[in-house]
């Protein structure tokens, strides 16, 4: 069984930082990609970046040149650094497993980020 | 605004079979089979319940299907349950290495 845990979610102020962590345990080795979804309070889920292989990262418009997306060395963990953080990034965020036919198979429980001062 | 839209609710009575649309735009949807559906309770973790349009995973239950016709995708739930009620999000691929969301069901079971 595959687990993705997020962690790092806090209150933050505006214009600030914060670095999400995505621990997970696969069963293919390292080499599946790892996607962020958020929910924020009242809105639907929002598709925010994934990592394809080291190099290969891509983001929503809504994060692009805010939030940067990265592995560890040991490639169990994924990182997301949001900077330059606003009101509306306030939600929910989760690691989510992006497999093969582009679905999200597995979730973690996700890490509630607030942005406000 | 999502380039997929879904009805922001649906619902239906016990034991009734209800449908939620998912309307592509730019593409989206009617130039690929790579459509997913999700289930999400808020404070839960999403829980896929189609991928591929059609293809439901293992330990999902059979009242959930899917279909597609032109740029609409469809989930049908059939024999509505209270535990069905909850949120839906259609997904898809991009075609450009990205995904997108729509926005989102409200399915109440009355």
């Known amino acids: 069984e595959i687990q993705l845990v997020e962690s790092g979610g806090g209150l933050v102020q505006p214009g600030g930082s914060l670095k999400l962590s995505c621990a997970h345990s696969?069963?293919?080795?390292?080499?599946?990609?790892i996607s962020w979804v958020r929910r924020a309070p009242g809105k639907g889920l929002e598709w925010v970046s994934v990592l394809y292989t080291p190099g290969s990262t891509y983001y929503a418009d809504s994060v692009q040149g805010r939030f940067t997306i990265s592995r560890d060395r040991s490639r169990t963990i994924v990182f997301l650094q949001m900077t330059s953080l606003r009101a509306e990034d306030t939600a929910v965020y989760y690691c989510?497993?992006?497999?093969?036919?582009?679905?999200?198979?597995?979730w973690g429980p996700g890490t509630l980020v607030t942005v406000s001062s | 605004q999502s380039a997929l839209t879904q009805p922001a609710s649906v619902s239906g009575s016990p034991g009734q079979s209800i449908t939620i649309s998912c309307t592509g735009t730019?593409?989206?949807?009617?130039?690929?089979?790579?459509v997913s559906w999700y289930q999400h309770h808020p404070g839960e973790a999403p829980k896929l319940l189609i991928y591929e349009v059609t293809k439901r995973p293992s330990g999902v239950s059979n009242r959930f299907s899917g279909s597609k016709s032109g740029s609409t995708a469809s989930l049908t739930i059939s024999g509505l349950q209270a535990e069905d009620e909850s949120d839906y999000f259609c997904c898809s691929y991009t075609g450009d290495s990205t995904l997108i969301f729509g926005g989102g069901t409200k399915v109440t079971v009355l």
């Open positions: 696969s069963l293919s080795g390292t080499s599946d990609y």
């Open positions: 989510a497993r992006l497999a093969i036919g582009y679905y999200f198979d597995y």
């Open positions: 730019s593409g989206y949807v009617g130039s690929s089979d790579l």
